[in-house]
């Protein structure tokens, strides 16, 4: 039974640093697609932030949870760091090879 409970827990902390890192996630690919495309898209938003795109990377909910946490531990500016030194390079390439 303890070990049960400690699984849940790692597995809730995870969820919450997960609910976190979407949300950074999701206003980093926003700011980026402003920035390289000079308005909004919403497709683009979607391909970016997918679990489909994420799970590129590993379990998706893992990922999301990674990005939370560097954004708890060091913020907002080692969390986009992180994203566009890890994630960007592998969107970039995606959305070249769908043109």
């Not at 980026?32 to 391909?47: F, K, S």
């Not at 999301?64 to 708890?72: D, M, T």
């Not at 531990?73 to 890890?86: D, L, V």
Request: proline fraction near 2%; charge should be positive.
């Amino acid at each position: 039974m303890k070990r049960s409970s400690r699984k849940d827990e790692v597995k809730r902390r995870e969820q919450a640093l997960a609910w976190v890192g979407d949300t950074v996630l999701d206003l980093y690919a926003r700011t980026w697609i402003l920035e390289h495309r000079g308005t909004v898209c919403g497709d683009t938003l979607r391909r970016m932030t997918s679990n489909q795109f994420l799970a590129c990377f590993g379990n998706p909910t893992a990922v999301e949870a990674k990005i939370g946490a560097i954004y708890r531990e060091e913020g907002m500016e080692a969390a986009f760091a992180w994203m566009e030194r890890e994630i960007l390079p592998l969107f970039e390439k995606q959305e070249r090879n769908r043109k």
